[in-house]
């Protein structure tokens, strides 16, 4: 199955909740408190986009973490690439000679192409995107087509 880590998902969690209120502070333990997720997962998540340089930390009785640019200048592919590295649908997707089927393999380029979508969106989509419902327009604007049936998915979802 395709899906991004937990912590990933937290991340752009924790990263949603600074995007709505990027002029405060918050410390690691407030952003736990808010999000209900337990501060030591919260703290790793943290020094992790912090690494990244999508916050700024600063210590102190003042202290706490904010975003290091506008939500709009973030997009979800750097969020996810903080926690479980480069995103690949496959092994192959991007790293090459890591499987023994690489020279026969005819899914491969199929595969790689379908990595290249995914990044493309998740490229396209910033912080800000994730601070309010996304519609099928947010990705038509971006050049990717939605099925009727994946539309007709996410209305039901929503």
């Known amino acids: 199955m395709l899906k991004i880590s937990k912590l990933a998902d937290y991340a752009t969690v924790i990263m949603n909740f600074l995007a709505i209120r990027p002029e405060q502070v918050f410390s690691a333990a407030e952003i736990a408190r808010?999000?209900?997720?337990?501060?030591?997962?919260?703290?790793?998540?943290l020094k992790l986009l912090s690494e990244a340089g999508l916050l700024i930390s600063a210590r102190g009785a003042s202290g706490g973490y904010q975003l290091s640019k506008s939500a709009?200048?973030?997009?979800?592919?750097?969020?996810?690439?903080?926690?479980?590295?480069?995103?690949?649908?496959?092994?192959?997707?991007?790293?090459?000679?890591?499987?023994?089927?690489?020279?026969?393999?005819?899914?491969?380029?199929?595969?790689?192409?379908?990595n290249q979508v995914i990044m493309s969106a998740l490229r396209g989509l910033s912080l800000a995107d994730m601070t309010?419902?996304?519609?099928?327009?947010?990705?038509?604007?971006?050049?990717?087509?939605?099925?009727?049936?994946?539309?007709?998915?996410?209305?039901?979802?929503?």
């Open 34 to 45: 808010q999000i209900q997720v337990a501060v030591p997962t919260v703290s790793k998540v």
């Open 132 to 158: 309010k419902p996304l519609t099928t327009k947010d990705f038509v604007a971006q050049g990717l087509v939605i099925s009727k049936a994946s539309q007709k998915f996410v209305e039901q979802h929503s």
């Open 72 to 114: 709009a200048e973030i997009s979800l592919i750097e969020v996810i690439t903080a926690i479980d590295g480069s995103p690949a649908i496959t092994e192959c997707s991007q790293k090459h000679k890591i499987c023994s089927q690489e020279s026969v393999c005819a899914v491969r380029h199929n595969w790689r192409l379908i």
